[in-house]
């Protein structure tokens, strides 16, 4: 045989060998290698390359991806049942045994220095006093006294009726005023109504607020409400709670936010939505905080770009008494309050503090707090009012 053909034969054989091999080699299942990598694989690891340079780029957050539906789906959490909370109306009557608890003691105390035998000096200033320590106002305090000594001068007599009705009279007179009572909740055209809770920490600002909303939910009315409060956590939550029991949608934003970017989506969303009212609830800032006062001011500033506000609406703790009076003022000129919603007045027999505010701020009270249940919320109406502190019951 030629050596070149048996030099040919032998170098097909190792190349036919060697090829062999390494075709057995790759067949074989072993460890992942990088020739095991699939295209879906390379593609999964190319987008996510893709997301993670646009989250560079963007600083958007990242969603998690979508994750394959599990095989038997859990029960869906049952939807809370909403409540059906009742109407506005006549509820300072249905409260009113509230009221007479509060301040019966008031009322009756002065019935009786009216009915006592003599009317000396002394009685007079006593009652002088007792309309002053239910904070009234010395102005107002001195007022009353002064036409009750006249009346009962003319009068003569002074059975308990007569003096009963005299009193009422003074009394009514103090506190019902020109101004307006209604709560602005009727929306415009298409546009809802907008109403600004304002007030200083705990005077109960969120829970007038989910109250509020409760009552016109219970006058028929479609509410949206507005977080505003991104100081406090719980105010948020506690606002979601109040409104998912009526159905109420409620604009939040995560704690720190903005609250006049709150404010401004809460408008847009009940525009969106064709409600009624939006309710916006602030967050509680002292007075005397002048940073703060200007960022309500801002709140409210930036709102009326997208809606004019209706109602500002400050919440007074009645048992404050006189500071009450200096908060009005100070919010007052901030932003134009036009009505005050006068919390807690099942807790307290200075009821008198209405005939105050009303004179120095010039802003009547619309609303009362009878309690923390959440229907004890009333529009105020001054002849139940004193109706209630001068019964017998
Ligand atoms: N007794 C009584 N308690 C009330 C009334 N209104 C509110 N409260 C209570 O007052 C407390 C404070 O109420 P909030 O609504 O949290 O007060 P807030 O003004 O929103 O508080 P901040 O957000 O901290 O400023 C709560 O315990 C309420 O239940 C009322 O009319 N009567």
Redesign the pocket.
């Given at each position: 045989m030629d050596i070149t053909l048996l030099a040919a034969i032998v170098i097909a054989v190792v190349l036919l060998t060697v090829v062999g091999f390494f075709l057995v080699r790759t067949q074989r299942p072993g460890k992942p290698g990088k020739e095991e990598t699939t295209p879906e694989a390379t593609g999964e690891a190319a987008g996510a390359t893709a997301v993670e340079d646009r989250e560079r780029d963007t600083g958007t957050v990242r969603t998690p991806p979508a994750q394959a539906p599990p095989a038997t789906r859990p029960a869906e959490p049952a939807e809370p049942e909403l409540e059906s909370p009742p109407p506005s109306a006549g509820r300072m009557v249905r409260l009113r045994a509230r009221l007479a608890r509060s301040q019966s003691s008031f009322g009756q105390g002065l019935l009786n220095l009216l009915s006592s035998d003599s009317l000396d000096e002394d009685a007079w200033e006593e009652i002088e006093d007792t309309l002053i320590t239910a904070d009234i106002g010395v102005t107002s305090a001195s007022q009353i006294v002064e036409s009750l000594r006249t009346r009962v001068k003319v009068l003569g007599t002074r059975g308990p009726d007569e003096v009963r009705t005299l009193l009422r009279e003074e009394l009514l007179a103090q506190i019902t005023t020109a101004a307006d009572r209604t709560v602005h909740t009727e929306p415009h055209g298409d546009r809802p109504a907008v109403i600004m809770v304002v007030?200083?920490?705990?005077?109960?600002?969120?829970?007038?607020?989910?109250?509020l909303a409760r009552a016109l939910v219970g006058d028929g009315r479609s509410v949206v409400l507005g977080a505003a409060?991104t100081?406090?956590a719980?105010?948020s939550e506690?606002l979601q709670t109040w409104g998912g029991r009526v159905g109420a949608p409620v604009v939040t934003k995560e704690e720190g936010s903005d609250p006049a970017s709150v404010a401004f989506d809460a408008v847009s969303r009940g525009i969106e939505d064709g409600a009624d009212t939006v309710i916006i609830?602030t967050?509680?800032?002292l007075h005397t905080k002048t940073g703060l006062m200007d960022e309500l001011g801002k709140v409210k500033r930036v709102v009326e770009k997208k809606s004019q506000v209706d109602e500002v609406l400050l919440?007074l703790?009645?048992t404050t008494g006189q500071n009450g009076l200096r908060q009005a003022r100070v919010f007052g000129e901030v932003v134009n309050v036009t009505g005050i919603a006068l919390?807690?007045?099942?807790?307290t027999a200075k009821g008198g503090i209405i005939v105050q505010v009303q004179r120095e701020l010039g802003v009547p009270v619309k609303l009362?707090?009878?309690?923390?249940g959440p229907d004890?919320?009333a529009p105020f109406d001054p002849e139940v009012f004193v109706d209630t502190i001068l019964s017998e019951d």
């Open positions: 007030g200083v920490n705990g005077t109960g600002k969120t829970t007038t607020t989910g109250k409060d100081f406090r719980a105010a506690q609830d967050a509680g800032r919440v703790d009645a919390t807690k007045l099942d807790g009362v707090g009878l309690g923390e004890d919320l």
